[in-house]
Nanobody
């Protein structure tokens, strides 16, 4: 299975931006649809964004539409999450995940997960 490692989290003021990266290894990266999920303290893990194998299709949670952009570079085996206009409610641990073939938004449908990276947005 693919191994995933997230990076790029940190502390940012409301209205600021961060770019998260997820590096993949172990399998052909282009074989996987890739997703981003997040989990705040005391909350369940929820969907943020997903991108198809080729990058041609994307889906976003309503809470991040117009602010976040998911992208991928298959030559670098990396998926990104560009986060703009950040809000305090975006504070969470962000995880990337891999799913064979088609995109999905349910966490249980993703077989491989990274360790997560903390994003904290101050008001």
């Amino acid at each position: 299975q693919v191994q995933l490692v997230e990076s790029g989290g940190g502390l940012v003021e409301a209205g600021g931006s961060l770019r998260l990266s997820c590096a993949a290894s172990g399998r052909t990266f282009s074989s996987y649809a890739m997703g981003w999920f997040r989990q705040a303290p005391g909350q369940e893990r929820v969907f943020v964004a997903v991108i198809s194998r080729s990058g041609g299709s994307t889906v976003y949670a309503d809470s991040v539409k117009g602010r976040f952009t998911i992208s991928r570079d298959n030559a670098k085996n990396t998926v990104y999450l560009q986060m703009n206009s950040l809000k305090p409610e975006d504070t969470a641990v962000y995880y990337c995940a891999a799913r064979v073939y088609t995109i999905a938004t349910i966490p249980n449908s993703f077989a491989s997960w990274g360790q997560g990276t903390q994003v904290t947005v101050s008001s």
